[in-house]
């Protein structure tokens, strides 16, 4: 499905554009990615098949090796802790709109917030649909690229957008959802 957003909209960002596609698609599986991401050729293949058995499913996030070696570790020894992160229970607690697929029967009604623009619609995802009991299925095997950021000041740009997205999420949901989902 091919969404068209135009004035004001377009400057909403990432999660009103991501929220109007899922108001446009038509079937129960969404596939998500980003824009400056590039999947493998057989990625929706992977992706169907492992929704198939599990009603969200998210995957990896390397460096595609244009940013020096030292950034790209860093970004994906991060993207490796999202991955990696269980609660108490030993259920993963994150997705990534990077590289995400997903049941639309498994969304909460407001799968997450549309006016904030710091990184944090997948962050509030993940919180929502671990609220409504949705299962989390990460898949290691399945991995995306990326160009991470190319200098220092850039990646400590990105990690501070992350930190307000974190924030402001954590103001949305409280501290009894934060506690009870164990996301430290």
Same mark, same amino acid.
């Given at each position: 499905?091919?969404?068209?957003?135009?004035?004001?909209?377009?400057?909403?960002?990432?999660?009103?554009?991501?929220?109007?596609?899922?108001?446009?698609?038509?079937?129960?599986?969404?596939?998500?990615?980003?824009?400056?991401?590039?999947?493998?050729?057989?990625?929706?293949?992977?992706?169907?098949?492992?929704?198939?058995?599990?009603?969200? /499913?998210?995957?990896?996030?390397?460096?595609?090796?244009?940013? %020096? $070696?030292? +950034?790209?570790?860093?970004?994906? @020894?991060?993207? !490796?802790?999202?991955?990696?992160?269980?609660?108490?229970?030993?259920?993963?607690?994150?997705?990534?709109?990077?590289?995400?697929?997903?049941?639309?029967?498994?969304?909460?009604?407001?799968?997450?917030?549309?006016?904030?623009?710091?990184?944090?619609?997948?962050?509030?995802?993940?919180?929502?649909?671990?609220?409504?009991?949705?299962?989390?299925? /990460?898949?290691?095997?399945?991995?995306?690229?990326?160009?991470? %950021? $190319?200098? +220092?000041?850039?990646?400590?740009? @990105?990690?501070? !957008?992350?930190?307000?997205?974190?924030?402001?999420?954590?103001?949305?949901?409280?501290?009894?959802?934060?506690?009870?989902?164990?996301?430290?």
């Amino acid at each position: 499905t091919v969404v068209e957003i135009h004035g004001a909209e377009m400057r909403a960002g990432a999660p009103l554009t991501r929220f109007r596609g899922i108001q446009a698609a038509r079937y129960d599986l969404l596939l998500f990615t980003d824009d400056d991401c590039l999947v493998p050729e057989n990625w929706v293949v992977q992706m169907t098949q492992l929704l198939e058995h599990h009603p969200v /499913v998210t995957g990896l996030i390397i460096g595609d090796g244009t940013a %020096p $070696r030292d +950034l790209e570790r860093f970004e994906e @020894r991060i993207d !490796r802790f999202r991955a990696d992160a269980r609660d108490l229970a030993g259920q993963p607690k994150f997705v990534s709109f990077g590289n995400l697929g997903l049941r639309r029967s498994v969304l909460p009604e407001t799968p997450f917030s549309t006016s904030f623009l710091g990184n944090a619609d997948d962050f509030d995802l993940g919180v929502r649909l671990r609220e409504s009991g949705a299962p989390i299925h /990460v898949e290691d095997s399945l991995r995306v690229s990326t160009q991470y %950021p $190319r200098s +220092l000041a850039a990646a400590m740009s @990105r990690k501070i !957008r992350h930190a307000r997205g974190i924030a402001y999420v954590h103001r949305l949901h409280g501290s009894l959802a934060w506690d009870r989902l164990d996301i430290g």
